[in-house]
């Protein structure tokens, strides 16, 4: 007992500075250091609300000079040409109308992919589509008229606000002045979106080039009824 006294008093400094130090590392590990990554956490949560403030400031500005009427007409225009949905009764009005425009003479016209007609839900969309950016609704069309009508057909085809392209087509002549021409085409058509942004998402000013390639829809002519 005599010897722990005298070793405690001894080393009495030396104790008192490790309790010291002790208590200094208790204190850092139970108080400063939470109290340190909650001052990061704050940090980092202050930084995010700053940028989604700054988007939101952003977004509003863009929305406040948007000038509704011609956004609407911008998409009216757009829709003719692409579709939000396969569209069928438009697709059959211009290929009737551009028929009737050269003087062809339209002798069939009907879908060539087998289950073309399922809903959104029930397709996915092909390597093409995806790489395109928008659906296919492949069909076939069969025409008779003489040399200038058919070429005629095939220019105007290419160039009407509701938008195709010719795949294929095979000729047999009828006689010196007519052929028989059955072309596989596709139409374009792009569902609108299912789920919109939230509030962090960004909105874009539509650009000069946006604007012209909308002006250069716009400027196609509408074949057939623009009702369908």
Partial sequence: MREVRRFLRSYQGL??????FLF????????????????LVLRDE?????????????????????????????????????????????LFSTIDG????????????????????????????????????TNLLPFAVTIVGTYDQIREFLTLAVKVRRFFRVRGFSLSLIDPTNVSVRMTMDAFYAPYLTLIGGVDTKVEALTEKDEQ???????????GDPNL
Wanted: aromatic share 2%.
């Fill in 15 to 20: 104790l008192v500075s490790g309790m010291m």
């Fill in 24 to 39: 200094v590392v208790l204190g850092c590990v139970v108080g400063i250091i939470p109290a340190a990554k909650k001052v």
């Fill in 46 to 90: 202050v930084n995010v609300l700053t940028t989604q403030t700054a988007d939101l400031r952003t977004k509003a500005a863009i929305l406040t000079a948007i000038d509704e009427t011609t956004y609407k007409r911008f998409l009216a225009d757009l829709v003719t040409a692409v579709p939000a949905d396969q569209s069928l009764t438009s």
């Fill in 98 to 133: 551009l028929a009737a425009q050269t003087g062809i003479t339209l002798t069939d016209l009907g879908l060539t992919k087998p289950g073309a007609l399922a809903t959104e839900s029930a397709r996915k969309q092909s390597t093409e589509e995806k790489q395109i950016g």
């Fill in 213 to 223: 390639v909308i002006a250069a829809v716009s400027a196609l002519p509408l074949v």
